[in-house]
């Protein structure tokens, strides 16, 4: 809870310093690619937890890594966010600057898990159908799962729709359970 307070102050900080700067686009892309690093890559993340690295070593590393391909204002922000004694909440403001950008511009993301890619007009269809729903963009998050069979599941905002054959052989499966059979006639 604590850490989700700090991280939410701290990305906000960014995201207003971004928006007087008219840079969010580009911050947006250094946080993803910051999120990218921490998910990716075990022994940074134990480096911004450790207690005995010092501060300086931080610093020096994190020029090391992001100097070239991220924004001054990016990389100042970290620096101060490692001078503060927060690296270890990075991953999670990064996240929450993400969140806060998405929020800024509408955009809603969605997850849709088939058995199969889809084609690009049916991805289309979808698109329009829930920007139709959400009157905002939509960013479309495509996995693939065998386990479906058949059909779909898409989740956006806190809801999901389910139209997977899994679920229809479930819902079966329930109703033979049941057992409508009387013995006797």
Do not use: H, W
């Given at each position: 809870?604590?850490?989700?307070?700090?991280?939410t102050?701290?990305?906000?900080?960014?995201?207003?310093?971004?928006?007087?700067?008219?840079?969010?686009?580009?911050?947006?892309?250094?946080?993803?690619?910051?999120?990218?690093?921490?998910?990716?890559?075990?022994?940074?993340?134990?480096?911004?937890?450790?207690?005995?690295?010092?501060?300086?070593?931080?610093?020096?590393?994190?020029?090391?890594?992001?100097?070239?391909?991220?924004?001054?204002?990016?990389?100042?922000?970290?620096?101060?966010?490692?001078?503060?004694?927060?690296?270890?909440?990075?991953?999670?403001i990064?996240?929450?600057?993400?969140?806060?950008?998405?929020?800024?511009?509408?955009?809603?993301?969605?997850?849709?898990?088939?058995?199969?890619?889809?084609?690009?007009?049916?991805?289309?269809?979808?698109i329009?159908?829930?920007?139709?729903?959400?009157?905002?963009?939509?960013?479309?998050?495509?996995?693939?799962?065998?386990?479906?069979?058949?059909?779909?599941?898409?989740?956006?905002d806190?809801?999901q729709?389910?139209?997977?054959?899994?679920?229809?052989?479930?819902?079966?499966?329930?109703?033979?359970?049941?057992?409508?059979?009387?013995?006797?006639?």
């Open positions: 809870m604590k850490e989700t307070r700090i991280a102050r701290y990305a906000k900080a960014l995201f207003d310093l971004s928006l007087e700067y008219e840079i969010l686009d580009e911050v947006k892309i250094d946080m993803e690619s910051l999120v990218s690093v921490c998910k990716q890559n075990k022994d940074f993340r134990l480096l911004m937890n450790s207690p005995i690295v010092n501060v300086e070593k931080k610093e020096a590393i994190i020029k090391l890594i992001f100097e070239k391909s991220f924004q001054k204002v990016s990389l100042q922000f970290l620096i101060i966010i490692i001078r503060k004694r927060r690296e270890a909440n990075i991953e999670i990064a996240e929450k600057y993400i969140e806060l950008y998405k929020e800024y511009y509408n955009i809603t993301t969605t997850s849709l898990k088939t058995t199969v890619e889809i084609n690009k007009e049916i991805r289309a269809e979808i329009d159908l829930l920007k139709k729903q959400t009157k905002g963009e939509i960013e479309l998050i495509e996995k693939i799962d065998k386990d479906l069979i058949g059909g779909f599941i898409l989740d956006f806190d809801m729709y389910d139209a997977s054959i899994l679920k229809e052989i479930k819902n079966l499966k329930k109703e033979f359970d049941k057992n409508l059979y009387v013995k006797g006639f």
